[in-house]
């Protein structure tokens, strides 16, 4: 069992940058693909980003290529979303999420409760 709490949302305003992180409790943490999705009020949930378990591969939603970075930190069970440059469509609740194998759609076996990122105009 692998259990996520995702911290560091919050109003910000427009252009302007906020980091989420995401703790991880179980073993072998450097074992799991980590994620972040987003969800936005009457739309489906969405990739933003996902990094591999070592960290050498991410890769990202063409709609925050560019302006957001996912890292990780195996030794303290962390996954960071750095996310610059904001936008009001980037108003959402993030999720973070892990999975054995690195996959785009929400098929994933463990998630977060959300952190809700609003982003004013």
């Known amino acids: 069992q692998v259990q996520l709490v995702e911290s560091g949302g919050g109003l910000v305003q427009t252009g302007g940058s906020l980091r989420l992180s995401c703790v991880a409790s179980g073993r072998a943490f450097n074992n799991y693909a980590m994620a972040w999705f987003r969800q936005a009020p009457g739309k489906e949930r969405e990739f933003v980003a996902v990094i591999n378990g070592s960290g050498r591969n991410t890769y990202y939603a063409a709609s925050v290529k560019g302006r957001f970075s996912i890292s990780r930190d195996n030794a303290k069970n962390t996954v960071n979303l750095q996310m610059n440059s904001l936008k009001p469509e980037d108003t959402a609740v993030y999720y973070c999420?892990?999975?054995?194998?690195?996959?785009?759609?929400?098929?994933?076996?463990?998630w977060g409760q959300g952190t809700q990122v609003t982003v004013s105009s």
């Open positions: 999420a892990a999975n054995t194998i690195v996959v785009f759609t929400t098929g994933y076996d463990y």
